[in-house]
């Protein structure tokens, strides 16, 4: 038996009056529409282009094949309905779904297979309520869930380590046993996530403790995770697989001192820890709260212990068939050294991986994203190929054709786009707010827009970047060494170049070569210029087109030409 209409209409009434919805006007609207045309039969007719033109004003050429705009807003809409339902309407008798890949709504009922009588009852009555209850009922509704625990979540997916399994029940730990024994279907390890352990101190302590688990949680759950709801049983002690992060707070004299450490689930071996200290004070707000949760989880980023941990794992298999997570793995390391090998490795890995699993948008994200570097570095032979410029399109639409919610996808649209010289900001621009927080995104994004002459945007990504990276690539240095290149600030452009840590990556050595020879540090100008003609020396004579292949805005190509001449050793007597 499905909820009623009028059990529909109240439910979504009460959803968009919650505090997960309230200042979310873009998905409020979107499940309005969607919610309005299923019930009116039309939900099997619902597409991208309809939703893009009648709830965000899109205009009648709107191509939804190119512009990801309405799934990265179905993707928004699906994680604000599973926050809601873990928190503020875990209770509710009705469930909104919005299942992937459509845009239709689907309603069930919860904890039955048929409605209970009561809370059929009261849905039946919520539409005569005026718009004055309604607003109540909703402001009492946030107001009792305020400080209400997320009572069970398991968050599943991210792009490296795998997963992090946040729970509360009534204050406690919840605990599992299947879930965070083994490792998911595709291989990746749980990162299961203890409530923060209270050592003592203050009236509130407690409460911090609880709400720092709960921002660790929502931290974690970015976008290109999945949330999804369990229940607890058993015990997870004896977890025999994955990572283990917990924490402490204590309070003494009105300092915070708040430890995070992350353990291997099967051995117990710490891989990292770290402290904190702040004024309580300090903590009381949302603003502390989320900065310490945001470095706490610093821990599972790319280049963070657990990336380390998994890439080690992974460098010591011995031969077997590489899963695409493997080859996230790889395109990672690739990006952080830049070099040819890990390029052709990276690059192997992603086209065998699209051939045994065709369905992963990842797999074809990191195929298209090796192709458009394959274009715009060389590497293999194919700067400049028209060919492999176009295989990065490809894979990038097939990315997105299958999940236009992966970073990567969006990415790699991103990335044809702008060596494409196509207007690439849209998508840019939508990254940014979907991913807010996401430094990768900011770094790829950023150098996109400095290189294209945006430079204090493009700055302020990449120095953001940096700054919430646990150990930040060549790449992000060498970006803000350009910026330093562009506003004359040499010696500035010589400190970042310098960070540069990839000794195969020519690129690198070009931008060393450029800021030390405006600094004047022509030793080691004219070592990073002997370097990067030895790396590639068809490079040296076709720097113009470089530049231009990478979209060089004239005032930054002309810094790196003077500085790049400036490198070349002086002429023999």
């Not at 998905?27 to 965000?56: H, M, N, P």
């Not at 990449?462 to 990276?469: L, S």
């Not at 060549?474 to 060494?481: N, P, V, W």
């Not at 931008?511 to 600094?519: C, I, M, Q, S």
Request: net charge negative; proline share 5%; hydrophobic share 45%.
């Amino acid at each position: 038996m499905e909820p009623s209409p009028a059990e529909v209409r109240a439910q979504l009434e009460r959803v968009l009056g919650s505090r997960c919805f309230e200042q979310a006007a873009r998905s409020s609207s979107f499940l309005r529409f969607v919610a309005e045309q299923t019930l009116a039969g039309q939900g099997d007719r619902l597409k991208g282009y309809t939703i893009a033109v009648e709830v965000f004003g899109r205009p009648p050429d709107f191509d939804a094949q190119t512009d990801p705009l309405v799934r990265v807003e179905a993707g928004r809409l699906r994680r604000r309905l599973i926050e809601y339902y873990a928190d503020e309407g875990r209770d509710d008798p009705v469930r909104l779904d919005l299942p992937r890949g459509s845009y239709f709504v689907v309603s069930t009922y919860h904890g039955a297979t048929t409605a209970p009588a009561a809370p059929a009852a009261v849905a039946a009555e919520a539409p005569h309520l005026t718009p004055e209850e309604t607003l109540g009922a909703s402001a009492a509704a946030r107001n009792r869930s305020r400080w209400r625990r997320i009572r069970t979540v398991v968050v599943v997916g991210a792009l490296l380590a795998g997963v992090a399994v946040i729970a509360w029940q009534r204050g406690e730990v919840a605990r599992f046993e299947h879930d965070v024994t083994s490792t998911l279907p595709d291989g990746r390890p749980p990162i299961v996530v203890l409530s923060f352990e209270v050592l003592g101190g203050a009236d509130g302590v407690a409460e911090l403790a609880a709400t720092l688990t709960e921002e660790i949680f929502i931290v974690l759950d970015g976008s290109e995770h999945l949330v999804v709801p369990t229940e607890p049983s058993g015990d997870a002690t004896g977890a025999s697989s994955g990572y283990v992060l917990s924490g402490s707070v204590r309070e003494m004299d009105g300092q915070v001192r708040v430890t995070a450490r992350v353990v291997r689930a099967e051995t117990g071996t710490q891989l990292w820890s770290a402290a904190y200290d702040e004024r309580l004070d300090a903590l009381r707000g949302a603003a502390g709260q989320r900065r310490i949760a945001r470095l706490v989880a610093l821990a599972a980023e790319p280049y963070g212990p657990i990336f380390e941990a998994e890439l080690e794992r992974m460098r010591a298999l011995t031969v077997h068939e590489p899963t695409t997570r493997d080859c996230v793995l790889r395109y990672y390391e690739y990006r952080r050294a830049f070099g040819a090998a890990e390029h052709a490795r990276a690059l192997e890995c992603f086209e065998l991986a699209t051939t045994r699993e065709p369905e992963n948008a990842e797999a074809w994200a990191g195929l298209s994203l090796l192709s458009a570097d394959a274009w715009a570095h060389g590497f293999g032979g194919h700067a400049g190929s028209a060919k492999m410029l176009e295989r990065a399109r490809d894979t990038a639409r097939r990315a997105m054709d299958i999940d236009g919610e992966s970073l990567h996808a969006n990415l790699a649209l991103a990335s044809v786009q702008y060596f494409n010289g196509d207007d690439f900001r849209e998508v840019a621009e939508r990254v940014l707010m979907a991913w807010p927080e996401n430094a990768e995104a900011q770094a790829f994004i950023g150098a996109m827009f400095l290189l294209s002459g945006e430079t204090d945007r493009g700055s302020a990504l990449v120095a953001n970047a940096i700054e919430w990276t646990p150990e930040a690539p060549s790449g992000y240095f060498a970006s803000s060494a350009l910026v330093a290149l562009r506003e004359h600030r040499y010696d500035d452009a010589l400190a970042f170049a310098l960070r540069i840590d990839s000794p195969d990556w020519a690129l690198g050595h070009l931008v060393l070569a450029a800021a030390a020879g405006l600094a004047g540090r022509l030793d080691l100008a004219v070592r990073a210029r002997e370097r990067y003609v030895q790396l590639d020396p068809t490079l040296a004579k076709t720097l113009p087109d470089l530049l231009r292949r990478w979209r060089v805005e004239p005032v930054l190509t002309g810094e790196i030409e003077r500085g790049f001449a400036a490198a070349a050793p002086a002429p023999g007597p």
